[in-house]
């Protein structure tokens, strides 16, 4: 599947915005290879609720990471263990630090130079 095809309709056939591809492509902005190593999979995307959620498999965290978009133009962003209870949640995240701010929950550990 060609990504660039994905997020060539960011509005919804009723003319809204469609949130959770936006969501999507403002994580993967942040470096598709971060997002890659989290073995990011099972991409749901809810309009309703204006969110994406996906499973990782992190150095530091396995389980589901959810993105809200909220009533501020910040993201809420969850971090679920598979049996479906919130280890953590993040709020008032800007998109340019939003594959950062997951990175460092999931992924990252002390060896890291960067």
């Not at 890659?36 to 965290?61: A, C, I, K, P, T």
């Not at 630090?97 to 002390?110: N, S």
Request: include cysteine.
């Amino acid at each position: 599947m060609n990504e660039d095809k994905e997020f060539e309709n960011l509005y919804m056939p009723d003319g809204d915005l469609n949130y959770p591809l936006i969501i999507k492509q403002q994580l993967f902005a942040g470096g598709k290879m971060t997002v890659w190593s989290w073995g990011s999979h099972n991409y749901v995307l809810n309009q309703e609720e204006r969110s994406l959620m996906f499973d990782v498999d992190g150095n530091n965290f396995t389980g589901a990471v959810k993105i809200t978009l909220c009533w501020d133009d910040l993201y809420m962003i969850q971090f679920i263990y598979p049996d479906g209870t919130v280890k953590d949640v993040i709020k008032g995240v800007y998109c340019d630090i939003l594959t950062a701010v997951i990175d460092e929950y999931v992924e990252k550990i002390p060896q890291y130079k960067r």
